[in-house]
């Protein structure tokens, strides 16, 4: 039985490049999971897929090559150990992310992840809405995170115990970038889930499928988009403050120790994530985090020996540092598996890396296979769009990229188009 290309894209599901083969996201809130989930993500890509997993720049995990008749089991595998790939894709409220870096912001931030996580999915008031719909938290202002979120959160202190957010609305890249605008400053935290349900239904109203939130500032302005926001009766309900534990997977830890495992285009094996889960058992309370460069963190508890950890770290996951350095470098699944994908961005990646100054090494990149721009390049020091496919005089097709470069807290400017890869590469040495 065929299943309706809706409902598997409600269900995380997306069509591979690759005829009879699909990926399925898992939603992770702020990126967190616990040792015996991944360990469930592992076995899953062992055993249905291709023992791969990808890592996404919004703190997702990504299996690959699945086969239709096995989509049900793997949903079945994921609810045993409290995972969901519910609205992962489609028109939904995707998984909430925060690429918070703090040890101290962190436990907070990922509890308010999880209750909107919670309170968002699988609710069909929230799902069916005209395109995807993402909220991201931050602990602060420095990545700019918050200008590509239909709804960013900005941790704006505490008054009277009350913790305070702002709230950024209506900002995307993809095709169409457009930076978020301030709604409203030092919300209290009982009124966030009323706000974004206001704006969400203001969405799901007036604007057409497939269009994102950021569509309506192009067809009504800042102003009547927040006018009408703020006319929803549910913008100004506040909601009892949260009593009770709070919800995070993160260890509190006191001197707030953070160790980064270096992973390679975001790509690592079932083998790879379950030495990863051990080591978060022995190190960080059995809990890790997908970070926004695609990359594994662990939060050190309290008692944890940090200089014996970091040696042990280095030997539990292999990372693939392409040309002996690992590069800070987001990098899509582009057409070794997407079907919009218009490069091999692994292939690119490496080769780019490979060439690069030492100076170039140490910059942020990003390269997103098609103009889509799923891993941000905007919000990179150095970007990468793969922008078209151009056919040259043989009649090969060869790809074309644009360059962005991030000189200030908006989005990266574009300062060379239509570059070869040659051309691209000379960049990389210049940089
Ligand atoms: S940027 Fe394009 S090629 Fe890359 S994952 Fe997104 S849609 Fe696919």
Redo the contacts with the bound molecule.
């Keep these: 039985m065929t299943i309706d290309p809706k409902d598997l894209r409600i269900e995380g599901v997306y069509p591979q490049r690759q005829e009879g083969y699909f990926m399925q996201r898992v939603k992770l809130a702020a990126g967190v999971l616990s040792s015996a989930q991944a360990r469930s993500v592992a076995a899953v890509a062992e055993r249905y897929g291709r023992s791969s997993i990808h890592l996404t720049s919004r703190g997702s995990m990504e299996v690959h090559w699945l086969k239709e008749e096995d989509l049900r089991m793997v949903k079945q595998e994921y609810a045993k150990v409290g995972l969901t790939s519910r609205g992962a894709c489609g028109g939904a409220v995707r998984g909430i992310t925060c690429s918070s870096q703090s040890a101290a912001d962190l436990p907070a931030l990922e509890s308010l992840a999880r209750r909107l996580q919670r309170h968002f999915t699988g609710n069909p008031r929230f799902e069916g809405l005209p395109k995807k719909f993402k909220i991201g938290i931050e602990a602060d202002y420095t990545s700019g995170r918050h200008l590509i979120q239909d709804v960013g959160l900005i941790y704006a202190g505490s008054d009277a115990g009350v913790t305070l957010y702002d709230v950024w609305i209506a900002g995307g890249l993809g095709r169409e970038p457009r930076p978020g605008f301030l709604l409203a400053e030092r919300v209290p935290e009982g009124r966030i889930i009323p706000l974004i349900e206001a704006v969400i239904a203001v969405y799901a109203r007036l604007a057409p499928p497939p269009k994102r939130l950021k569509s309506l500032v192009g067809a009504f302005g800042e102003d009547e988009l927040r006018r009408l926001i703020e006319v929803e009766p549910a913008f100004r309900e506040e909601l009892p403050s949260v009593s009770g534990f709070p919800d995070n997977l993160m260890p509190v830890t006191k001197g707030g120790q953070r160790l980064l495992a270096d992973i390679f285009a975001g790509q690592l094996t079932a083998g790879q994530l379950r030495k990863a889960a051990d080591f978060a058992d022995r190190y960080s309370g059995g809990a890790l985090q997908v970070t926004a460069n695609q990359d594994l963190a662990f939060y050190l508890e309290a008692s944890a020996d940090a200089e014996s950890a970091a040696r042990e770290l280095t030997t539990v996951v292999n990372s693939l540092p392409t040309a002996g350095v690992p590069v800070p470098f987001r990098i899509?699944?582009?057409?070794h598996e997407?079907k919009?994908?218009?490069a091999a961005?692994r292939d690119v990646a490496g080769a780019l890396i490979a060439e690069m100054s030492l100076a170039a090494r140490g910059t942020v990149w990003a390269l997103?296979?098609?103009p889509?721009?799923?891993?941000q390049p905007q919000l990179a020091e150095a970007g990468v769009v793969v922008s078209r496919l151009a056919t040259g005089e043989v009649g090969a097709r060869s790809p074309r990229f644009d360059l962005y470069r991030r000189r200030s807290a908006g989005f990266g400017e574009k300062v060379l188009e239509q570059l070869t890869f040659d051309e691209l590469t000379l960049q990389a040495r210049r940089l």
């Design positions: 899509c699944p582009g057409s997407c919009m994908g218009l961005t997103s296979g098609c889509n721009s799923c891993t």
